[in-house]
């Protein structure tokens, strides 16, 4: 059963850190590129960062460029974000997904499997 798995989410302080994985079991995330996506309530889900399968090409939301940095332990099968000076406007559910042999591609559609997603909460 193929399946991604996200955790590392909380609650933590604006100017915080927080480190988030994706964990793959059934298939080798090597050959996968990952996105990471977050959707708040009330809005639609946004892409957020992505690494891709063939060359390792990142992407990074605007909003997100200079404070996350999303990295790929193929020994663990895991694909992580790294989260730093968190706002309160980075609080959501983040989600990691899955497209097999691929760069990295905007549309949420585009993913072949998603993980059930962990929360983010940055408040004081």
């Known amino acids: 059963q193929l399946q991604l798995v996200e955790s590392g989410g909380g609650l933590v302080q604006p100017g915080g850190s927080l480190r988030l994985s994706c964990a793959a079991s059934g298939f080798t995330l090597e050959y996968y590129a990952i996105g990471w996506f977050r959707q708040a309530p009330g809005k639609e889900r946004e892409r957020v960062s992505c690494?891709?399968?063939?060359?390792?090409?990142?992407y990074y939301a605007d909003s997100v460029k200079g404070r996350f940095t999303i990295s790929r332990d193929n020994a663990k099968n895991t694909v992580y974000l790294q989260m730093n000076s968190l706002k309160p406007e980075d609080t959501a559910v983040y989600y990691c997904a899955a497209k097999p042999f691929s760069l990295c591609v905007p549309v949420v559609q585009q993913y072949d499997y998603w993980g059930q997603g962990t929360q983010v909460t940055v408040s004081s």
């Open positions: 690494i891709s399968s063939s060359d390792g090409s990142t």
